[in-house]
């Protein structure tokens, strides 16, 4: 142990050249010495005899070695001797002096009871108990303190273990802790109060502090307990924490006048506390608590808010935070649980009068939806920052969205007493004489029911003509108070109260001058804050499509010219905002937007290139690139020398930034592809990054293969007898067994193009791929659509390489005779021709069949798939030709039908591609009903003396009303 100590004080060196050698023979120790963690522990117990460093060294080591090798299942465990001697050991810590060390004691005893309490250390909570119970409030000990943070982070442990079996012990020992930690902290909290209140009291005395300390662990190990507590007890638990906060809240005043270290632990025990109101309300609906509790704390909660909203120190302002969200919960929940609970259940209806209402809903408006004064100091030193706080405020921890949050629930369970009071304050703001001047309490006043204005549009909008009040009141008083000083918050205040109601009800009389109103609010001699509010509201109008977007082409240039300041000024977090509103811009102008585009493209290139470390601004560049490809259309190519490295980077998974930009580099890369017109070789040399996203997620793929059918079908030929091809060959053939079902669709996709551009390169590439695909579907592992078309890949190859096609057929059949391949496949496709739902599909594959037959031999085999190749025939023929008995699966040169139009219309280039790929097949370029003729024709002489036995033959074997049908087809299309 001597040894070990030794080498524990060397490795906590501060020189490398004692350390690493240190680090390495620990390491060796570790695998020879036996019982070297129990040896950890004694060494860290060493309070007289070694120094702290070296002892939290130690316990750091037992540390990591609990969470490598504790559990059975692990890479060589510890033995459960050694085990015990460590349960056994270690709650000696508990009497830890030094805090640093006692903290990791803690946290070790805490990972040990999550693996073996109760089972494996069932004396681990007796014995904290027993310590609990020999407490003494009026003389707090470090141990104490120690022992109470100790189990709290034992049931922090325990808390987080989520199976079945696990829970319900749980539940058990959660239940035998309450009475402890109730009598504990009913006690604890006695003194915290005497602490608080008594005049004189010394409170730099270290036990005070200790005392509070063991108060805010009690309440955090209540808080961990809750959710597994019964409804009795967590009643008992509430009524208690409603209390403990009341008397906590009543000698405010004089908290405040203590020092600064104990203000700090009275207000986490009052967070803590409304924390564990939240964990309760949470986990149990109102209704089923019983008694007065749920208005006793909806009462307690609004005195806290009224308190708070006249002195903002006086609560916390996290405090208050959870106070509003309890009364969201109780009103919400309350609501949603009457129509489920009995009426015995439910507790006492809670209803508020409408003096306690309005009370409530004139302190949210007026004292917690204003601007603060941090608020104002902050937009006039830094109004980025500004902006970007307003973007990131989140109802569970900040004040002001927590208020918004309380309204807006309020406002829709009392929707019938809240509005009236709406309508008050917007009468109040019309009797105002605002021409002489403005103060600055009256404009955020103003804005404050404007707000909340915006927060009902959703309850108002059937009875208040909000364009009216917009164009008639709105708009005279920005142009009012335009040039006041403060004329920039009320301008912000309108922005953002139009945004509101555009985005609940589209515009239907004031669109002209609501486009002018924005426009004009993007002036770049506006405040940044106003025209920030001035581009989210633009966003929303250009989201409406009912808008008539020709109002917009007058402003747009000196809207684009704004945006491209705002992006200049702006931060990271609110250039993604910006570039969200040139997204709408691109998409509703579409081709109007290539006069700015070009500009825009360098502007992404500049912002890629200055967000290294940004990766949502990023993903935010690399859509709005894809947007501006898109809106160029034939013209993006030369976007190409912008766009190509950031699709490098994007798709290169051997660089970090792929985790989060791998898909809009994906988008960017197709949309790239869709307009291109040759295969450069800049192109040809980013394929590589393409093979990589085929083995990632199911989205990654999609667009990996999508993007591997546009090189196949811009490359053609070239691109198949290509190395990069042979690459995607390896890879598809090496994953094809483990592909998932979806992914195999997309596979097959890519591999139909494949064998359309380049069917014998493609067979002796991906000819691994095809066969174990085919037999897969023939030994029934894919079934539906993916069976399907893994068939008609056979069934192309068949029909485009009369050399490769045999051979494929002899290996996925496993037949060294062609004929009895062939035989295997005219049955395959007679039982599945029904299967094929599209009408070319099986025309293609009765075109497939009569040439397999055709290149037979073997005068008896043909003779026996002659009958079923008939049937097929005409079975085909009923799905392609009209009454008439012409073929309707055509496309001919001076009509492209309607095959065309179903697969696309007036798109990109790639559609282009993809439409002449598709008049190029046989299916649509020669009809069946003269196909069957001819080949029927050859059939006669070269498998029989006479055409006469050839007739014979069919009367004998195949049923006469097909063959009647047969010849009714073929005679309605003579050749």
Known sequence: MEELSLVLRTSISQHQVEFAPAADKLTEMEASMSGFYHNLLEISLMSEQIEPDVRLAALLQLKNGIEKRWRNYCTNPLSSEEKMAIKEKILMCLDEKVPRVARQFSYVVSRIARYDYPDAWGDLMPHLFSRLCQFQCNNPTYSDYLTFMTLRMVLTELASRQLMAQRSKLQETCQNCLPVLLQSWDATHQAVLNILTTTGLSHDDPRTLLLLDIDINIEKSLRRIARRLDSENLYQLLKA???????????????????????????????????????????????????????????????????????????????????????????????????????????????????ELQELIKCLIFKYFPLSPDDLELWNDDIIDFCTEEIGESWRYNIKPAAEVLFITLLREKSAQICPMI???????????????????????????????????????????????????????????????????????????????????????????????????????????????????????????????????????????????????????????????????IERTDTTAIKFIVDLAQVLHNIWNNSEKHEMLRCSVLVTMTNVVEASRDMSCHLQAIALPMIHVSCNVELKDHVYLMIDGLELWTSIMHHASNLTPELLSLFTFVIPPLEQGCEEARLAFHICECYLLLGGPEFANHRSFDALARSINYGCSDMAEDILGYATNVLDHALQVAPRVTAEKLGKCLIYLHQQALNDQVHGSKRTSILLLGIWLNILDAETGPDFLRQIFEQMDYG????????????????????????????????????????????QCLPEAVCTCVQTLHDVCDESGADEVMITDGDEGEQVVVLGGDGNKHQTRSRQLLRAKVTLRYPLPQFITTHLNQWATKFFPKTEDFNRFLASNVDSLILEELNTFLSANPQ
Request: proline share 3%; net charge negative.
């Open 241 to 355: 924490v409603v209390m403990a906060q009341r008397s906590l809240c009543e000698i405010t005043a004089q908290v405040q006048q203590l020092p600064d270290v104990i203000v700090e632990r009275y207000n986490k025990i009052l967070i803590t506390l409304s924390k564990i109101c939240l964990e309760v309300l949470d986990c149990k609906p109102p209704s089923s608590l019983g008694g007065e509790i749920v208005p006793e704390i909806m009462h307690f909660c609004k005195r806290c808010l009224l308190v708070g909203s006249e002195n903002r120190e006086a609560l916390p302002q996290r405090f208050l935070v959870n106070c509003m969200n309890q009364m969201k919960q109780i009103v919400q929940e309350t609501s949603n649980d009457k129509s489920n609970v009995s009426e015995h259940q439910q507790s006492p209806p809670f209803e508020w009068t409408n003096d």
């Open 423 to 585: 309508f008050e304050t917007i009468d109040y703001l019309k009797q105002q004489d605002r021409k002489d001047g403005i103060s600055l309490n009256t404009v955020i006043m103003e804005c404050a029911i404007y707000k909340s204005l915006s927060l009902s549009a959703s309850e108002l909008f059937d009875s208040f003509d909000f364009e009216d009040y917009f164009e008639q009141t709105l708009i005279q008083r920005v142009q009012q108070v335009q040039s006041q000083p403060y004329g920039k918050i009320v301008h912000r205040g309108v922005l953002q109260l139009l945004t509101a109601w555009m985005d609940i009800r589209p515009f239907t009389k004031a669109i002209k001058t609501t486009w002018q109103f924005i426009a004009a609010s993007l002036n770049s001699q506006l405040d940044f804050a106003v025209r920030f509010e001035a581009a989210n509201a633009l966003k929303i109008f250009l989201y409406d499509f009912e808008n008539d977007i020709s109002y917009f082409r007058p402003y747009q240039e000196e809207c684009v010219r704004s945006l491209n300041i705002m992006l200049e000024e702006s931060n990271d977090d609110l250039k993604m905002q910006i570039l969200d509103v040139f997204n709408r811009i």
């Open 820 to 863: 009895m391949a062939t035989y295997r496949f005219v049955q395959l496709i007679s039982a599945s021709i029904d299967t094929f739902v599209e009408a070319e599909q099986k025309k293609a594959a009765c075109m497939s069949v009569l040439l397999s037959m055709d290149r037979l031999t073997n005068v008896n085999v043909f003779q």
